[in-house]
């Protein structure tokens, strides 16, 4: 049971490149969330899914995209990357509304310059 | 606008001692409440939760009291240990689907020998 794994760990992208960030999660999980973690702040919401096929934003959705195919698998898109989406992504997942808890990925460390 | 506030971005305890984080919050409609411990490198992992209608909740050395006149939750370890150095997250929830978390900025706690 690898729980909620992340690809790649660290990526440096120029100006206007895409990418996708990988999340997958072997714990049959319904809800999955990517966040971001800017230096000295807390983690910040930028979409969610509650399930295959379903996917919403949080509070920070602009410049990025997912989708959400199967259960397990939750890409994260960044299209025309800019400097101001330099951070530390962490996907997350946890069962439905009954399990409070979300479990983390370990992160991915993006640069963009 | 920063809904959930940790006001100490760091706190040093000498080994032992209690160690005690604060977490101030403005929106009355959060229903649940969590603290979640990150060490460098790593993502978050979930410490302890309190409903909102609790006042407190403990776990082994690990106690979270919510004062909700107040909008004030606090994280007591006792005894406080190295192992415990760490980022620690307050996290709210308001009530309804998806699970939604916002996240204070940290407290960087540091046990010292």
């Known amino acids: 049971n690898a729980g909620v794994t992340q690809t790649p760990k660290f990526r440096i992208l120029k100006i206007g490149q895409s990418m996708t960030l990988q999340c997958t999660q072997d714990m049959n999980h319904n809800y999955m969330y990517w966040y971001r973690q800017d230096p000295g702040m807390g983690l910040k919401l930028i979409y969610y899914s509650v399930g295959a096929g379903i996917t919403d934003k949080g509070e920070v959705p602009n410049g990025y995209n997912v989708s959400r195919s199967t259960t397990e698998d939750f890409p994260l898109r960044l299209e025309l990357a800019a400097p101001s989406q330099t951070s530390v992504y962490f996907c997350a997942s946890s069962y439905r509304d ?12 993006l640069t963009v310059t | ?33 969590l603290w979640y411990k990150k060490y460098p490198a790593e993502g978050p992992t979930f410490l302890i939760s309190i409903s909102s209608i609790k006042d407190k909740n403990e776990d082994g050395r690990f106690t979270v009291f919510l004062n909700k006149s107040a909008k004030h939750l606090s ?3 006792v005894p406080s240990q190295p192992g415990d150095s760490a980022v620690y997250f307050c996290a709210a929830k308001v009530g309804g689907g998806g699970n939604k978390l916002t996240f204070g900025t940290g407290t960087q706690l540091k046990v010292e020998l």
């Open chain 2, 75 to 77: 994280l007591h370890i």
């Open chain 2, 1 to 33: 606008d920063q809904q959930v506030k940790q006001n100490s971005p760091s706190l040093s305890v000498q080994e032992g001692r209690i160690s005690i984080l604060n977490c101030d919050y403005t929106n009355s409609m959060f229903d649940y409440f």
């Open chain 1, 98 to 109: 009954r399990d409070l808890e979300q479990y983390f990925g370990p992160g991915t460390r």
